[in-house]
């Protein structure tokens, strides 16, 4: 599921306090879904240097992402788990 995210946040117009509406499609869901994606600003300190990154809430995943300002989705947090995954880059060969 990570590299549908990662695709879709690459291809958003991410803005400060907007709510943007997807249409998707949820194989445990028949039928179109609309994603709801609540986007806001954050700073954050990230190897010593602050960053600005955007929040995007997302309920009906009940999750929230922190998207580069490049459009890379670097964590998701999953509150009612505890869980924060945290996405890295793998050198190529």
Request: contains cysteine; proline residues 9%; negative net charge.
């Amino acid at each position: 599921m990570v590299g549908w995210l990662d695709l879709l946040y690459r291809t958003l117009p991410l803005k400060d306090g907007d709510s943007l509406n997807i249409p998707v499609i949820f194989p445990m869901k028949p039928g179109m879904n609309t994603l709801v994606i609540n986007v806001r600003m954050e700073e954050s300190v990230i190897e010593g240097e602050p960053v600005e990154i955007y929040v995007c809430e997302v309920p009906i995943l009940g999750e929230a992402h922190y998207i580069d300002k490049s459009g890379r989705l670097q964590a998701i947090r999953i509150p009612e788990k505890n869980v924060v995954i945290q996405l890295a880059d793998l050198p190529s060969n």
